[in-house]
Nanobody
Framework: VQLQASGGGLVQAGGSLRLSCAAS????????MGWYRQAPGKQRELVAT???????NYADSAKGRFTISSDNVKNRVHLQMNSLKPEDTAVYYC???????????WGQGTQVTVSS
């Protein structure tokens, strides 16, 4: 499975960005996809995920502001981020979970910077 993320950038506080991630390769084997982020000096943390069963999961910091969606359950996932805050500044990573391999795949990361 290969993941290609896009859509990061610089935005002012209160603005919006939309991240996209395209899966290729053995994307039929994906059981869940989502987004994580890592700010400087901090551990990588979950932002939002969904499973092929339709189960959504959001970090508390993302609830009400971010929305995860998919064009095709196992091909492309988006993260619409609204009302961005400076504390949302981080590198955002696309993630895919393949259950039969018990393995997580990661995209290359895309920088999101929110200025105050």
């Amino acid at each position: 499975v290969q993941l290609q993320a896009s859509g990061g950038g610089l935005v002012q506080a209160g603005g919006s960005l939309r991240l996209s991630c395209a899966a290729s390769g053995s994307s039929f084997s994906i059981n869940a996809m989502g987004w994580y982020r890592q700010a400087p000096g901090k551990q990588r943390e979950l932002v939002a995920t969904f499973t092929t069963d339709g189960i959504l999961n959001y970090a508390d910091s993302a609830k009400g502001r971010f929305t995860i969606s998919s064009d095709n359950v196992k091909n492309r996932v988006h993260l619409q981020m609204n009302s961005l805050k400076p504390e949302d500044t981080a590198v955002y990573y696309c993630n895919a979970w393949v259950q039969y391999e018990r393995r997580a795949y990661w995209g290359q990361g895309t920088q999101v910077t929110v200025s105050s």
